[in-house]
């Protein structure tokens, strides 16, 4: 289903473009790679101004921009989980050796947010929907479509998953990163996972989320981010799920674009 009014507990719901230290070259970017407008919201001045990316007029993310002062904030892609309960979700990532970035805030009522950093080093957000449920569209073209950790610390990053967000995990066997995890909520597939260092991905780079997004055609998107001013990172690369590259836009955000097979697609009518 693509477009969406509510989330199950435990699925990703909102993604972030953070810190930006500038939203009109962010729009001038994301709109010619995704058709993406960022039109300003009659509450963003309230909410430090904070915008909402929309395609075909549904919300399909956030864009963040930098905060005053700090201009050492990276800007990056943020994935935020929906629960049901943001304080319970908190007090669960401390107990279980996870470190509260930021503590549950109530949004003007749109719903309450929480950052929290995972005991391998990866951030992730938590929403605890009021009236704004998270993307009206996903699992289309310039849409997002799935989140994935890469991390050194696999077993660790299961166990705490799993307590916070009830999460189970399914493998299966991958020819690029050895094993890949899917996170499960009861049979449906809600995230994924790699190792790091099994992926060959230099040491320098830590635990983190990648959002993927989707498009028609990969080669041509990672022509489009290039031609705006944004960098390939890697790929394309062809698995038995489509095909996928990891990009950058013009200030360092990496994100992943996705082509999805056609067998995929099929299954999907």
Not at 34 to 58: C, D, H, T, V
Not at 217 to 231: N, P
Request: with cysteine; hydrophobic share 40%.
């Amino acid at each position: 289903m693509s477009e969406r009014s509510s989330y199950a507990p435990g699925t990703p719901s909102w993604v972030e473009l953070s810190g930006t230290p500038d939203i009109e070259a962010s729009e001038a970017f994301y709109r010619e790679v995704f058709g993406w407008e960022m039109p300003e919201q009659p509450n963003s001045a309230q909410l430090g101004g904070y915008r909402r990316a929309k395609l075909n007029g549904k919300d399909v993310a956030g864009v963040s921009p930098r905060m005053d002062g700090n201009e050492q904030q990276p800007t990056v892609w943020a994935t935020y989980v929906s629960v049901e309960d943001a304080a319970a979700t908190t007090a669960a990532v401390k107990d279980n050796g996870g470190s509260v970035i930021v503590e549950p805030m109530d949004v003007m009522g749109l719903g309450t947010m929480g950052v929290f950093t995972d005991p391998t080093g990866a951030v992730c957000g938590v929403w605890q929907p009021g009236t704004f449920a998270g993307a009206e569209l996903v699992n289309e073209p310039a849409t997002f479509g799935w989140s994935e950790l890469g991390t050194r610390d696999t077993a660790a990053a299961k166990d705490f998953y799993g307590a916070v967000f009830d999460w189970g995990c399914e493998e299966e066997d991958s020819p690029r990163v050895g094993t890949y995890t899917i996170f499960k909520v009861g049979e449906a597939m809600v995230a994924g996972m790699i190792d790091l260092a099994a992926a060959g991905v230099p040491a320098e780079v830590p635990a983190h989320w990648l959002v993927y997004f989707g498009v028609a055609d990969t080669d041509a998107a990672v022509e489009r981010v290039k031609a705006a001013g944004g960098s390939l990172q890697m790929g394309p690369i062809d698995i038995p799920q489509g095909r996928f590259a990891v990009v950058a836009d013009p200030f360092g955000a990496v994100f992943a674009v996705m082509q999805v097979s056609e067998e995929i697609q099929a299954s999907a009518r």
